[in-house]
T-cell receptor
Framework: DAKTTQPPSMDCAEGRAANLPCNHSTISGNEYVYWYRQIHSQGPQYIIHGLKNNETNEMASLIITEDRKSSTLILPHATLRDTAVYYCIVRALRGTYKYIFGTGTRLKVLA | GAVVSQHPSRVICKSGTSVKIECRSLDFQATTMFWYRQFPKQSLMLMATSNEGSKATYEQGVEKDKFLINHASLTLSTLTVTSAHPEDSSFYIC???????????FGQGTRLTVV
């Protein structure tokens, strides 16, 4: 079973920041938080991952709470092309490599 | 980033026939690859873990004799759906981790329709 819970859907106005929350209260000390997104009928696309520090790349920022039980993916200036299903996944880098997908959040960016 | 390529992207086959789907890591070596299936409006469900040079590890409830996986080299894994039936119609996706890397890369998926 997936170790993460996410809201099923969210809307965001184009040009505004999209903040996608994820709960992972049973995360282990060696597990990372990964975010992927899936645009309709395509394979998932890697966005970002982190262990405990906040991370930022050209696509997004990842904010992980100090207790690591939850995180937020931030798309700073959402565009219509960001409409997708966003998946938050926890995974260790050693031992069990499997990605177990939860239900994800369907983000709709509105013009 | 690294590229994982699946072939074919779409396939239609007759009930009772077998279909092979290829997953290639184009610019990196992958000791481990994963196979998923996805039904409409549902999440990805992990089917099996494919290990180069050894037998695949199947998730509970996945029939290993129906979904044959072969990982003959560090850049190629294949999934063969044997004796396909309409209920096997789905979106099949593979992913690969670069050896020593930190994130998986996913193929573009294969849409299988069994008629």
């Amino acid at each position: 079973d997936a170790k993460t819970t996410q809201p099923p859907s969210m809307d965001c106005a184009e040009g505004r920041a999209a903040n996608l929350p994820c709960n992972h209260s049973t995360i282990s000390g060696n597990e990372y938080v990964y975010w992927y997104r899936q645009i309709h009928s395509q394979g998932p696309q890697y966005i970002i991952h982190g262990l405990k520090n906040n991370e930022t790349n050209e696509m997004a920022s990842l904010i992980i709470t100090e207790d690591r039980k939850s995180s937020t993916l931030i798309l700073p200036h959402a565009t219509l092309r960001d409409t997708a299903v966003y998946y938050c996944i926890v995974r260790a880098l050693r031992g069990t490599y499997k990605y177990i997908f939860g239900t994800g959040t369907r983000l709709k960016v509105l013009a | 980033g690294a590229v994982v390529s699946q072939h074919p992207s779409r396939v239609i086959c007759k009930s009772g026939t077998s279909v092979k789907i290829e997953c290639r890591s184009l610019d990196f070596q992958a000791t481990t690859m994963f196979w998923y299936r996805q039904f409409p409006k549902q999440s990805l469900m992990l089917m099996a873990t494919s290990n180069e040079g050894s037998k695949a590890t199947y998730e509970q409830g996945v029939e290993k004799d129906k979904f044959l996986i072969n990982h003959a080299s560090l850049t190629l894994s294949t999934l063969t759906v044997t004796s396909a039936h309409p209920e096997d119609s789905s979106f099949y996706i593979c992913s690969a981790d670069e050896t020593g890397g930190t994130e998986a890369f996913f193929g573009q998926g294969t849409r299988l329709t069994v008629v």
